[in-house]
């Protein structure tokens, strides 16, 4: 089978670390300015030098956005930092301003470009047009349907590369173009400081009963009228190989270590299964689709991909069905030496989270590392504490518990 880039969010060095330890092929991420994710952790230029030299160093790709829709007087700079970035390394940027595109094609030659999501491309007069001028990859619309990226793979260029999202927060505007923060906060989603009004919980109040407040739509957590579904493809990853689609990307670069390494793991275990066969694939999945019940989302859906999504929108908070409690720093002995993120209690059951999989074990004692005495629980983030794990394990892997907080929770 051809070969499917996997593609992973990286908010931060943390987030970096944890994408490529779990399995991605490439990562994603921005330095403070020009990027659409004004609010992750992003990266200065050193951090971004090392970020360049530990990805590389792996044999895997950055890739940088620049995928603002900068004003003229922002040109100058969005040109210099292209400079900049290439000349580190960098292994494409992403780009969804035309202007943009065609100023950096024409000025950093050197630079590969990647057409962003935000570009809207649906058609493949505007897919060869960014091809003829120098692309080397588009990421598609998310209004497109899988048929229709099908026809659209037949029609383009076979260098013209594909990209599309997999996995993670969709957004109730036309491939994100919105101005509904803008509006109501002065916060501009096209500039990447989108405040997510669409999430927030609204009602109706009729003009002439002022104060009286009426539900739209409610179930037990409250109304959720614009709030997006969740993008989960986890299950018809065959359908996107054969659409043509080359690069599979995970939303999230205001997520965690622990939800990227989480979702990451589960579409590698999946994508190197379907490698094998799509039995084994196929069997893989139940288990695979219980792993993303284990990060923060919301309620899943398809998207676009099977035409229409239905339900476009009213999915609710957060949920997840466990948490992150520890980071693994070091393992010898039978014993891993862990950073503190949540409590946990003697006698839980945990689970280690690793590249390999998921072997779960119940906590038999827990060591302050500081003191060396030992406590029945745990509840300082930072704290450094140690405990008898029965697998081996590495610097970089997780472990997790029961969210005591989750509907399901006993």
């Known amino acids: 089978m051809a070969l499917l880039e996997l593609l992973a969010p990286a908010g931060g060095m943390p987030q970096l670390k944890a994408a490529l330890r779990f ?8 330095l403070p300015a020009f990027g659409l ?43 210099e930092t292209a400079r900049r970035a290439a000349e580190m390394g960098v292994d494409a940027a992403l780009v969804s301003d035309l202007g943009a595109f065609l100023m950096l094609r024409r000025c950093v ?73 803008d509006h109501l906060t002065g916060r501009g989603g096209n500039r990447g400081a989108c405040a997510q009004p669409c999430r927030w919980e609204y009602v109706l109040e009729e003009k002439k009963r002022p104060g009286e407040y009426w539900p739209i739509e409610e ?29 599979l990307k995970i939303e999230g670069r205001m997520k965690t270590e622990y939800y ?5 793991g589960a579409y590698r275990r999946a994508v190197d299964a379907l490698r094998k ?6 069997a893989l999945l139940p288990e695979l689709e219980g792993e993303l019940l284990k990060a923060s989302h919301r309620a899943f859906n398809t998207g676009f991909y099977f035409g229409p999504p239905s339900p476009m929108a009213g999915a609710a908070g957060f949920t997840q069905e466990m948490e992150y409690v520890a980071r693994v720093e070091d393992w010898r002995d039978g014993y891993a030496f862990l950073t503190l993120k949540n409590r946990f209690y003697v006698g839980d059951t945990l689970e ?10 119940e906590v038999k004692e827990i060591v302050l590392c500081d003191t060396g005495e030992r406590a029945d629980t745990v509840s300082i983030a930072g704290q450094r504490v140690r405990l008898p794990l029965p697998y081996p394990a590495g610097e970089g ?13 006993k």
């Not at 004004?38 to 971004?48: H, I, M, P, S, V």
């Not at 037990?220 to 299950?235: E, I, K, P, V």
């Not at 280690?352 to 779960?360: C, D, Q, T």
């Not at 892997?397 to 929770?409: E, I, K, M, V, Y």
């Open 219 to 247: 179930d037990a957590r409250g109304t959720y009228l614009l709030s997006a579904y969740d993008l989960n493809m986890l299950s018809h990853l065959p359908e996107m190989l054969a659409a043509g689609i080359a690069s």
């Open 260 to 264: 990227v390494a989480t979702v990451v």
């Open 397 to 409: 892997d997780f472990l997790r518990g029961p969210n005591r907080n989750h509907a399901g929770a």
């Open 37 to 79: 994710r004004a609010f992750a952790g992003n990266f200065t230029w050193e951090e971004l030098e090392r970020a360049l030299k530990y990805t590389h160093g792996l044999g895997k790709k950055f890739y940088l956005t620049l995928n603002i829709l900068p004003y003229q007087d922002e040109m100058d700079s969005l040109r």
């Open 23 to 30: 399995g991605a092929d490439a990562v994603y991420g921005a």
């Open 109 to 181: 030659p050197s630079l590969p470009l990647h057409i962003s999501t935000q570009a809207n491309t649906l058609n493949a007069e505007a897919a060869k047009f960014y091809f003829e001028k120098g692309a080397q990859r588009v990421v598609l619309a998310r209004e497109l349907s899988l048929r229709r990226i099908g026809e659209l793979r037949k029609a383009l260029p076979k260098a013209l590369e594909m990209e599309a999202f997999a996995h993670g927060a969709m957004c109730m505007s036309y491939s994100g173009r919105c101005m509904l923060s």
């Open 277 to 282: 066969s799509e039995e084994e694939y196929r």
């Open 352 to 361: 280690l989270l690793s590249p390999r999989g998921v072997f779960p074990f």
